[in-house]
């Protein structure tokens, strides 16, 4: 079963504006990572969080983590219509990198 | 980041008749992969873990023998749907860990069963 939720399922906005993914979990973590799918296509890696980190940046990405809410969020800043995609968190609980639960994603589209 | 290949990308087949997926990390070692299923517009759900020389872990639900998951080598593990049925439509996805804290995904495959 899954164990992540995401919110919003779909977000919708326009080229430059922020957008912001959430995700909630239900069961203690190592670490928690977001992924981005385009569609019909693999999956890229875009950022690991550690479950004693509670911020971190990439570039146009800023992860939180907030192990006292079981949730993350994912911010992209000055979104570009390149950035649709469909975006993941997932999260482990075992040896880092074993076996992954996803959540349900979050559809984001950009508007040009 | 690393590289992960499948192959084929896309295939159709009759019902009935198996398919064989193979899974590659092509620049690096994977003593462990995963195979993860996922239906249009939902979520990846883990399927199996590959261990290099010992048997596929399944997880709960998923049938061992319609799913034949073989891991002969540290860069290569194949993922055969036996007796393919419709149902079975799916995209199926492999990744390949690295030892440290990133799992690698390959490019999916898409099996229709017609």
């Known amino acids: 079963s899954q164990q992540g939720e995401e919110d919003p399922q779909a977000l919708s906005i326009q080229e430059g504006e922020n957008a912001t993914m959430n995700c909630s979990y239900k069961?203690?973590?190592?670490?928690l990572q977001w992924y981005r799918q385009n569609s019909g296509r693999g999956l890229v890696h875009l950022i690991l969080?550690?479950?004693?980190?509670r911020e971190k940046h990439s570039g146009r990405l800023r992860v939180t983590l907030d192990t006292s809410k079981k949730s993350s969020s994912l911010l992209i800043t000055a979104s570009r219509a390149a950035d649709t995609a469909s975006y993941f968190c997932?999260?482990?609980?075992?040896?880092?990198?074993?076996?992954?639960?996803f959540g349900e994603g979050t559809q984001l589209t950009v508007n040009p | 980041g690393a590289v992960v290949s499948q192959h084929p990308s896309r295939v159709i087949c009759k019902s009935g008749t198996s398919v064989k997926i193979e899974c590659r990390s092509l620049d690096f070692q994977a003593t462990t992969m995963f195979w993860y299923r996922q239906f249009p517009k939902q979520s990846l759900m883990l399927m199996a873990t590959?261990?290099?020389?010992?048997?596929?872990?399944?997880e709960q639900g998923v049938e061992k023998d319609k799913f034949l998951i073989n891991h002969a080598s540290l860069t290569l593990s194949t993922l055969t749907v036996t007796s393919a049925h419709p149902e079975d439509s799916s995209f199926y996805i492999c990744s390949a860990w690295d030892r440290e804290e990133t799992q690698y995904f390959g490019p999916g495959t898409r099996l229709l069963v017609l």
């Open positions: 997932a999260t482990d609980a075992g040896t880092s990198g074993s076996r992954l639960t």
């Open positions: 069961t203690s973590i190592n670490n």
């Open positions: 969080i550690r479950s004693n980190e």
């Open positions: 590959s261990n290099e020389g010992s048997k596929a872990t399944y």
